[in-house]
């Protein structure tokens, strides 16, 4: 079936470094892929997606591209803040026609000042 | 516009006991979804809706009953609680459609601790 992976572990880094958060799928056909962010305390919220091979999600200085030849949809941000610690989930909607999200286990990222 | 309202926000309960999560939207969507979020595992789906009236088993349904009698309420059951179902629980709307970018609106969650 269809699934995502996520590298292990929390994330800490400092105030302004470069983030990469790491996302594989398996999956067959095109499916559409996001990223969802989980702020302290709530719900998760959409940060950005890509519904075709090569298309760049973009949102709030975060960047991913949809990668159909190394099945991936890695995650970056050239300059993060305090304000970005949060989880991060890696998504997948598969071409079933239920509209059911496979996630990723997600990313605790941690922003030092 | 409170989009979707998950009612209670906390909750314990001792083993055995039931109880009824709600999850109400405003938004006239016709998916509706119930997850369940533990450290390390991330959101697993318990069970799901297409539409009104309609309910089907995700990957965790084991121990939950659902119930979608109005489109904009979808309600989670736990017959006889468990410790093994102290969780976080989500609930999330979509619209229906044909295109692959249909987004997932969440709930603020449930938090659930079973004694």
């Known amino acids: 079936g269809d699934s995502v992976t996520q590298m292990e572990g929390p994330v800490t880094l400092s105030e302004e470094a470069f983030l990469t958060i790491n996302c594989t799928y398996t999956?067959?056909?095109?499916?559409?892929l996001f990223w969802y962010v989980q702020y302290p305390g709530e719900g998760l919220q959409l940060l950005l997606k890509a519904t075709k091979a090569d298309d760049k999600g973009s949102n709030k200085g975060f960047e991913a591209t949809y990668r159909k030849e190394t099945t991936s949809f890695h995650l970056e941000k050239g300059s993060v803040q305090v304000s970005d610690s949060a989880v991060y989930f890696c998504?997948?909607?598969?071409?079933?026609?239920?509209?059911?999200?496979?996630f990723g286990k997600g990313n605790q990222v941690v922003v030092i000042p | 516009n409170a989009g979707v309202t998950q009612t209670p926000k906390f909750r314990v309960l001792k083993t055995g006991q039931s109880m009824t999560l709600l999850c109400a939207q405003d938004m006239n969507h016709e998916y509706m979804y119930w997850y369940r979020q533990d450290p390390g595992m991330g959101l697993r789906l318990i069970h799901y809706?297409?539409?009104?009236?309609?309910?089907a088993k995700g990957e965790v349904p084991d121990g939950y009953n659902v119930s979608r009698l109005k489109k904009q309420n979808f309600l989670l059951g736990l017959e006889s609680a468990a410790p093994s179902q102290t969780s976080v629980y989500f609930c999330?709307?979509?619209?229906?459609?044909?295109?692959?970018?249909?987004?997932?609106?969440f709930g603020a969650g449930s938090r659930l601790t079973v004694l």
């Open positions: 809706s297409v539409g009104e009236g309609t309910t």
């Open positions: 998504a997948l909607r598969g071409t079933r026609g239920n509209n059911r999200l496979a």
């Open positions: 999956a067959t056909g095109y499916p559409s």
């Open positions: 999330a709307t979509t619209d229906r459609g044909s295109s692959g970018a249909n987004v997932l609106t």
